[in-house]
């Protein structure tokens, strides 16, 4: 077993004593869904990174698309993990990773709504403004003050797609979501 050089010494005045060598990890449960509108919930995997702090969400895509006769669309994944947090671990903030496509008209809204916790954050491309690309983007979660994450911890996410008229398309999609766990302190006793 390798040992920090700190326990290392403190082994040397105190022999006897036990020291813990490292603090648990954050340990995710399994995703439970409660709702999946887009009924692909066997289609999408989840895995957690090696020190714990994160997971990633893998779609196939999770998608909302309007065009054709459709006018407007939406899908939806929604659910919770056991998160098992370390007792002299608290953390403030999450950090989401999303990452997807847009492809819509000048007039065409599309939206997702992502959900962590009990705050809701919207990423949007509003009419007004065409776009085509793969994106990225980072999401602040706040955590309490007291450093605990909720358990369970709800997530989710929502994507919407609407057209205003029948040359108008709007799609977007989620390949993925990654939920990190940031600014990891001690907590005080």
Known sequence: MKLPVSLLVLSLFFPGTVFAADIARLEWGSFIVEADTSNGW????????????????TFAPL??????????ASNRLYGHYDVIQPDLESFSR???????HVIKSG???????????QEEKIIEWP???????????????VLPANGRMPNPLKVGVQA???KNGQSDAAYVSVDSLTITA????????
Not at 63 to 72: C, N, P, Q, S, V
Not at 182 to 189: K, R
Request: glycine letters at 10%; hydrophobic letters at 35%.
């Open 160 to 162: 919407y797609a609407r």
């Open 63 to 72: 998608e909302a698309k309007a065009d054709g006769a459709t006018l407007e």
């Open 127 to 141: 009419a007004g403004q065409a776009a085509s690309e793969k994106f990225s983007r980072n999401i602040e979660f």
């Open 42 to 57: 066997d289609e999408y995997k989840v895995a957690s990174s090696d020190d714990g702090r994160s997971i990633t969400m």
């Open 94 to 100: 999450f950090i989401v990773s999303v990452e997807g």
């Open 107 to 117: 007039e065409g809204i599309t939206r997702l709504t992502i959900t962590v916790g």
């Open 182 to 189: 940031g600014t990891s302190q001690l907590a005080s006793n």
